[in-house]
């Protein structure tokens, strides 16, 4: 791809800064209209946000409750679509409501009615009520004292960096270049005009002036540091809020089913949902205001909130958890747009789109769900604003990268869709990438030959918490696969002994903040 940039001497149409979802997306659009996009991330693709979120494609129950009926009928809408577009990643996930009050069969059966209502053709499943024993059959290890049914619902789940990394491989195949270890660190202007940006390349020191008709700043909760880059005297726009998530054994919530908390202390809800065979619990909502870029990229999740997901999650269980249990803890911050609401809690979910006067367009806001109508609403703000060719959006039909109609969720693999077949046949070639990388995590040799020659995988940590989700499922067995990591790497790569070291000593350090107590050594 660097050589795609070095070659490249003419103006880009676009210019995207930001490998998230929303930046991903903008990739896609613009692409597939025609446009000449390029996309730069400081970090890994997903590294921010997008890696972190609690892997729902959602309509939102949440903001259902809050009123928001605009949120949620556009992203069922996209919630139906995704589905289609990308039947490997987003997979049908029963939700259970328990009901532990008389009141709560009749009222949240009601709102998941009007839920299932406003999602129209692009349903996933009709919700219904549960009697106690049948809520209990679907979710043997929820706390049966004074519980009276539940209520089940349908909603999509998903797997977020995998989705991110087929993003990237749907823009390039429709001709945009991305570049991960690619920052932007100044912008170009002319006559206040803004006429594109200044790189750098974090791998090799080496800066890039890349010319552009329009530039857009899709860095999430980065979005302020670039807007000030524009304009030194520019207010913040972004309030940034922390969600936590922990990681457990399917044990404590084994079959097929989520949960879903409807209320807790602090008066939001909370997700047990199982996912590559492990349980996520989360998650929180703390305003925070980080101070530099290294805890904006890393964020690390604060005593108080793991012990209220640790507390709310057992008050609905059989078996309270406890630190020892968490297998992973991981942070994201959501880039929400300021307000007059009192928490970040209440803060819109909606997202945002601003053109400054240099011509910087930013889109910030939003949720994964809606990544791509985000992209649509952007690229027709660009379009019109940079003067750019006039062409309708196509994403609501296209196909994304690895796109396969029958994938068994149930398997460790599914998460290849239609590459499956080439990932086997690199084992089938070489039968010792079929050796699993560690005896407690679901993925072979394989997995990291693939990501480093079909998915732009640079360092161990790309491997091992965004190609594979190693380092969210199991903290402790990814530092200890590290070292076999990095040693494959090291070979496709043809790096050296000192790269390899740095390599695992770094991912080893960042391996320990994901756990609660530090048992890695
Ligand atoms: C706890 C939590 C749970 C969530 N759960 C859900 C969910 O279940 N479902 C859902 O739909 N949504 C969910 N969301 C929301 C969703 O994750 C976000 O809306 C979405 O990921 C934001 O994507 P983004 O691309 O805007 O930001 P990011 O993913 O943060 O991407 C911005 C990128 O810009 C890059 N960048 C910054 N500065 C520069 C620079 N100078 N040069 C180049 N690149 C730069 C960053 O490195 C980063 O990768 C959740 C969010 C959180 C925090």
Not at 57 to 84: F, M, P, S, W
Not at 159 to 180: C, E, Q, Y
Not at 186 to 214: F, H, P, R, S
Not at 472 to 495: N, R, S
Request: charged share 20%.
């Amino acid at each position: 791809m660097i050589a795609q940039l070095e070659s490249h001497s003419a103006e880009w149409d676009i210019c995207i800064i930001g490998g998230g979802a929303t930046g991903l997306g903008t990739a896609i659009d613009a692409a597939s209209r025609g446009l000449k996009t390029l996309l730069v991330e400081q970090h890994d693709f997903a590294k921010g946000t997008s890696s972190r979120s609690t892997k729902l494609v959602h309509g939102g129950v949440r903001y259902l409750q809050q009123g928001n009926i605009k949120l949620v009928t556009e992203a069922l809408k996209e919630r139906g679509l995704l589905r289609q577009n990308a039947p490997h990643l987003v997979k049908n996930q029963s939700f259970i409501v328990p009901n532990y009050k008389w009141w709560e069969g009749p009222f949240y059966g009601i709102g998941l009615k009007i839920y299932d209502w406003m999602a129209g053709s692009l349903g996933l499943g009709p919700s219904r009520f549960l009697n106690r024993e049948e809520t209990l059959e679907l979710a043997p290890t929820l706390d049966g004292e004074g519980l009276r049914g539940g209520v089940l619902y349908h909603d999509g789940q998903f797997d977020d960096a995998r989705l991110a990394i087929n993003l990237a491989a749907t823009a390039a195949a429709h001709g945009a270049v991305l570049l991960n270890y690619m920052p932007v660190t100044g912008l170009l202007k002319a006559n206040a005009k803004l006429c594109g940006v200044q790189a750098k390349d974090a791998l090799t020191g080496k800066t890039y002036e890349i010319k552009a008709k329009a530039v857009i700043n899709a860095t999430g909760v980065f979005a302020d540091r670039l807007l000030k880059m524009d304009d030194p005297a520019r207010e913040p726009i972004i309030a940034p809020s922390q969600g936590i998530h922990i990681v457990l054994d399917k044990s404590f919530l084994p079959g097929s089913a989520a949960v879903l908390v409807p209320h807790t202390d602090d008066g939001r809800v909370l997700f047990a949902v199982p996912w590559h065979n492990k349980i996520i619990a989360g998650t929180t909502d703390t305003p925070v205001e980080p101070k530099d870029n290294a805890s904006l990229l890393e964020p690390v999740a604060m005593e108080e909130e793991i012990e209220f997901v640790l507390h709310t999650i057992g008050k609905y269980l059989t078996k309270d958890p406890v630190r020892a249990d968490i297998k992973s803890i991981f942070a994201g911050l959501r880039p929400l747009v300021k307000g007059n609401a009192k928490s970040t809690a209440a803060l819109s979910r909606d997202h945002h789109i601003e053109i400054s006067d240099s011509g910087l367009v930013t889109i910030t806001g939003g949720k994964w769900t809606t990544y791509r109508r985000m992209a649509e609403d952007v690229v027709n703000t660009v379009i019109k604003h940079a003067g750019l060719p006039e062409s309708a959006c196509v994403t609501g039909q296209l196909k994304i990268h690895g796109w396969k109609e029958a994938v068994d969720f149930d398997t460790a693999t599914y998460y290849f869709g239609s590459d499956e077949a080439a990932v086997n046949a690199l084992i089938q070639q070489d039968p010792l990438l079929g050796r699993p990388l560690h005896p407690l995590l679901p993925y072979s040799a394989a997995a990291i030959v693939w990501a480093v020659q079909e998915e732009m995988c640079m360092t161990v940590e790309d491997a091992l918490a965004r190609r594979t989700r190693a380092l969210l499922l199991d903290a402790k067995a990814a530092a200890e696969a590290a070292p076999g990591v990095a040693a494959i790497m090291a070979g496709l790569l043809h790096k050296d002994e000192s790269w390899v070291n740095e390599q695992v000593n770094g991912f080893t350090q960042l391996a320990r903040q994901y756990l609660p107590d530090t048992i890695i050594h």
